[in-house]
C-alpha cells in the first residue's frame, strides 16, 4: 500500500505562486513514480506532471510547461509541484498519485490517489 498526502493549496492571484506538496509512505511507495493530477469543476481529472523517485526524466501537461515545475527530495520522500504565474484555469483539485507504469496520464491507470489540495486562482 502507498499512502500519499497533499498540502499547500490555496487562493492566489492570478500571476502568484504556489508550491503544493506530496508526502509519500508506505512499504513499498519508491517502487512507483509520483505523478499530479488536477480536476476543475464540471471537468475531467487531467495529468499535470510527473516524476520518477529514481531518475530525472519529467513529464508535464501542455498546458502547465514553463509555469510548473516538478521535483522531489529524496531524503523527505516528497514530491512538490511549484506553480508559477498561476492562471484562473489553474482552479482545480490538485491529487498527487502514482501507479506501477510510468508515466500514467489517464487518471484510470492510477492505482493510489491523497486526498487532493484546493487550489483556486483569482482574475
Known amino acids: 500500500q502507498v499512502q500519499l498526502v497533499e498540502s499547500g493549496g490555496g487562493l492566489v492571484q492570478a500571476g502568484g505562486s504556489l508550491r503544493l506538496s506530496c508526502a509519500a509512505s508506505g512499504r513499498t511507495f519508491n517502487n512507483y513514480a509520483i505523478h499530479w493530477f488536477r480536476q476543475a469543476p464540471g471537468k475531467e481529472r487531467e495529468f499535470v506532471a510527473a516524476i520518477p523517485w529514481s531518475g530525472t526524466t519529467t513529464y508535464y501537461a501542455d498546458s502547465v510547461k514553463g509555469r510548473f515545475t516538478i521535483s522531489k527530495d529524496n531524503a523527505k520522500n516528497t514530491i512538490y509541484l511549484q506553480m508559477n504565474s498561476l492562471k484562473p484555469e489553474d482552479t482545480a483539485i490538485y491529487y498527487c498519485?502514482?501507479?506501477?507504469?510510468?508515466?500514467?496520464?489517464?487518471?484510470?491507470?492510477?492505482?493510489?490517489w491523497g486526498q487532493g489540495t484546493q487550489v483556486t486562482v483569482s482574475s
Open positions: 498519485a502514482s501507479g506501477n507504469t510510468y508515466p500514467i496520464k489517464r487518471p484510470n491507470f492510477v492505482l493510489y
